[in-house]
């Protein structure tokens, strides 16, 4: 009877730890990936911090999924279908070769044109109401765009309150998405003029429509211009967790005190009423 630890059997080890990388990246490459929110543009619908979901496979597959580094630039995608007006999707900017997360608007064949901040659609101007204020808390990686827009309550909370408008995009006998933008100020990206959407483009914008790099702004002008349609890389599906800003990597009590606990599992594809 031998005595001692068991040896480790270390090609066996690689062996296991390689199959499991291969099977993240496959996963991250063709079914889901996580995302992290970095900046205000899709407010009031996502806040910074907000950590998500991105399914891959809705609208098949492009050269620039990740983890394929092999594959040759070519047009399209395998497997592909268009996404839908009002879908959130995550797309390779061209203008930075980040991802950045928006809504589509148009599709092939629309025209798309802003007139003193309407949205026109094909020329038919996009059904825009006024809905309650949204507020929202202020935290460190969510300050009020402006002063004006800040409420202290008595109990010293601090909330950033901002016009809240509902849009609805056309659909099949009226099944179109309905979300919530907002337009604080008057900028000139309210006025653009019209633009057809070419075949294998796609047409996006921001839900915070005065804070947004989108269509309304071409890559020299570090917008995504009118969009390939392989620069779609998933689309977004739900929130997972969501933090303040106040997590500090040194203080483990910090991670849970910074949790938002309203933002977790909300999903991304159920509209306003």
């Known amino acids: 009877m031998s005595g001692g630890k068991p040896r480790i059997d270390w090609k066996k080890e690689l062996r296991y730890a390689a199959l499991l990388g291969i099977a993240v990246m496959g996963i991250w490459s063709f079914v889901a990936k996580p995302f992290f929110i970095p900046s205000e543009s899709m407010v009031p619908t996502l806040l910074v911090g907000d950590r998500l979901v991105v399914s891959k496979y809705p609208y098949g597959f492009s050269y620039l999924s990740p983890f394929l580094p092999v594959l040759p630039k070519m047009e399209g995608r395998a497997f592909g279908k268009l996404p839908e007006r009002g879908d959130i999707v995550v797309v390779k900017s061209p203008s930075d070769h980040k991802d950045w997360i928006k809504r589509v608007i148009g599709l092939p064949g629309d025209t798309v044109q802003m007139q003193d901040g309407v949205l ?10 006024a809905a309650s ?5 202020e935290t460190e990686n969510m ?39 907002l337009d604080l100020l008057f900028s000139y990206a309210d ?42 890389i998933g689309r977004a599906e739900f929130t997972t967790f969501s933090l303040d800003g106040s997590q500090r990597f040194w203080n483990p009590v910090s991670w849970f005190t910074a949790l938002r606990g309203e933002r977790a599992w909300v999903s991304l594809r159920d509209g306003e009423e």
């Open 143 to 181: 300050p009020c765009a402006r002063a004006e827009f800040r409420v202290v309550e008595a109990d010293g909370a601090r909330f950033c309150r901002y016009p809240r408008f509902i849009e609805t995009l056309p659909g099949k006998e009226g099944s179109g998405r309905s979300y919530a933008v």
């Open 191 to 232: 006025d653009t003029p019209p633009v057809l959407v070419p075949q294998g483009h796609v047409f996006l914008m921001g839900d915070n429509r005065d804070r947004s790099a989108d269509s309304r702004f071409s890559p020299e002008e570090g917008g995504l211009g009118l969009l390939p349609i392989e620069n779609v």
């Open 133 to 137: 204020p949204t507020m929202i808390p």
């Open 120 to 129: 026109y659609l094909n020329n038919t101007a996009v059904p825009k109401r």
